[in-house]
């Protein structure tokens, strides 16, 4: 538990990276800096740290890919 949280800053901050892959941002490196730090922070670790280490990145892309919703809504919809 205690090397998970010492994994959780850098996956969760890999999770939000992940967001600027995709327009209007389009840094394509992003996503492949993002997913390494994501297999590397499950590689060698339990299915139970492998799965929280996938939900923290869910939560960081999650999270910080919702403000199109908001302009998607507001403007177009």
Do not use: D, K
């Amino acid at each position: 538990m205690n090397r998970l949280l010492s994994r959780a800053p850098a996956v969760l901050l890999a999770g939000v990276l992940h967001t600027f892959s995709f327009a209007p941002f389009e840094l394509w490196w992003l996503e492949l800096l993002a997913l390494g730090v994501l297999a590397h922070a499950t590689a060698r670790a339990s299915v139970r740290q492998a799965a929280r280490c996938g939900w923290l990145f869910a939560v960081g892309w999650l999270s910080s890919g919702l403000w199109w919703l908001y302009i998607s809504m507001h403007t177009f919809g």
